[in-house]
């Protein structure tokens, strides 16, 4: 008979990779069957249940850019790892231009923040560490979210909607295609005691809206955002704020092109680390 650490063995890869490659690595490895993602000094650590993981997978996206630059990907079977205990050993609390404070529950602040957000990521992205969830928050402080209705694509641990509830929006309808992310953003809604965040499971493409929205927040990949594009255009009320990021600040005029296709306009745009953000 089996036991229940042998129903739940993961997959754990290990990948070496400059810092450019580490999104388009981490997007096309989560299509493997890889649902939870931690940055290391040398890339990062994927884990994903063995029998969901394709190996077969793995070894196209290592191919697909081995030629590129070498990369190193190291798998093990490994029994599944509490992820609370990997978070509270690993992850220390991050303030975004001393106005915003992101810990854990656990954590202590060492003082007041005008904007306090507890953040339980389990396996979903969106901890404020990494610089694009930083680069979002940062511009979420000089957008008027007061009154807004706010659409947050591709939400993770809904660290932005949770933000922008804390802002004083009215409405914010979010949505991610891991349902890791949708359990994971209600409960982190929850524990920032915000009601107005509606988290569903899908792409944009998947609802429709029976208002637009002022303000839409998508930290995703440069791929899905070229090709989502014209939906949040269509989204959008005239005027309204589309806030970009998760991705390099040389692909800023490939979005810009894009966004003007559909009748946007470029606003501004913040880098950190070579990442950037991008408002239209």
């Not at 990521?121 to 930083?134: A, L, R, W």
């Amino acid at each position: 008979m089996k036991t229940d650490s042998a129903a739940v063995r993961y997959t754990k890869l290990e990948v070496v990779c400059p810092p450019e490659f580490t999104d388009i690595l981490i997007a096309e490895l989560a299509e493997a069957g890889f649902d939870m993602f931690m940055e290391t000094a040398s890339g990062f650590e994927a884990d994903g249940e063995e029998s969901s993981v394709s190996t077969e997978w793995i070894e196209q996206v290592k191919s697909k850019y081995d030629h590129l630059q070498p990369l190193v990907f190291k798998i093990s079977s490994v029994e599944k790892e509490n992820w609370n205990e990997l978070w509270e050993k690993n992850v220390t609390p991050i303030v975004v231009e001393d106005q915003c404070i992101v810990h854990a529950e656990f954590h202590t602040p060492d003082k007041e923040y005008p904007y306090d957000i507890i953040i339980t990521p389990k396996m979903s992205f969106g901890t404020g560490h990494h610089p694009t969830t930083y680069l979002m928050l940062k511009s979420q402080l000089s957008i008027d979210h007061t009154g807004k209705r706010v659409m947050d694509a591709g939400c993770g641990t809904a660290i932005l909607s949770i933000m922008a509830s804390k802002r004083g929006a009215t409405e914010i309808e979010a949505f991610d295609i891991d349902e890791w992310s949708i359990e994971n953003g209600v409960e982190n809604a929850r524990l920032n005691h915000c009601t107005n965040i509606h988290i569903r499971r899908g792409t944009i493409a998947d609802f429709t809206w029976a208002n637009p929205f002022d303000i839409i927040l998508a930290n995703i990949n440069r791929n899905i955002l070229l090709r989502e594009m014209k939906h949040y255009a269509a989204s959008l009320v005239a005027k309204g704020i589309l806030q970009l990021s998760g991705f390099y600040v040389k692909d800023i005029p490939d979005l810009v092109k894009e966004a003007e296709q559909h009748g946007l306009g470029y606003l501004e745009q913040d880098e950190r680390e070579q990442w950037a953000t991008l408002r239209l």
